[in-house]
């Protein structure tokens, strides 16, 4: 797939351009993207799970949305699951991210994984921005306290609401109290902290004025 001429590459190639597509209207609308492909490399459930060569997949992407389609407005994010103890098997060569991650699902919400993930990532690069890209049980205050994620992304389905899940009795799923109060922990940002302009344009469905104040993607594509 990563060899330039193979029928894998030109489907490849395919499809990453009807991606630029999108983006390419979103990036002309003025929304910042934060960009999140191949994401639990590490894992073996996913085509570009457990690829040595993963670090140049990682890298022809970037180029060809780059350097190819001309897009700007891609933040990368680069997700491992759980601690990744083999990240550096995974890390681009080329265009590294600008934010590095974890996907953890545990249930303990102080299981060393959540420490793992940061350990792992901050060996390869001490300043990259940290976040918990995706999470099923809430980790504890502990945690944040000592990981100091960007942001924290609480996965749908029965994370956020226990009658969803397709396991029952669901013993990762988040109770709607402990969801309301880690939402209302101090270091927490909610909709009604932002900006006032920035929450305008939001409720109006327009671009901002800026990359620095992006107008909510769904309501810039048909039928968003």
Known sequence: MVTPGTPEHVLWEADVAAAAM??????DAGVVVLFRPYHEMNGGWFWWGKKKSFPKLWDALYEELESKHGLRNLI??????????????????????AIAGSDVYEKDPDSPEFHGGLKSIRALDAKVIFAFTEIGHLPSDAVLEATQPVWVLVWGGGFIDARLSIQQ??????TPEELRAFFRKPRMVSLAELPAGLRAAIAQGRPA????????????????
């Open 22 to 27: 999108t983006l390419k209207r979103l990036q």
């Open 169 to 174: 009795p669901c013993d990762q799923c988040n």
């Open 76 to 97: 990368w994010v680069w997700a491992g699951d759980r601690s990744t103890p083999d990240a550096a098997m995974y890390w681009p060569d080329k265009h590294p991210p």
């Open 209 to 224: 004025e800026s990359p620095r104040r992006p107008a909510c993607p769904a309501t810039l594509l048909p039928g968003g």
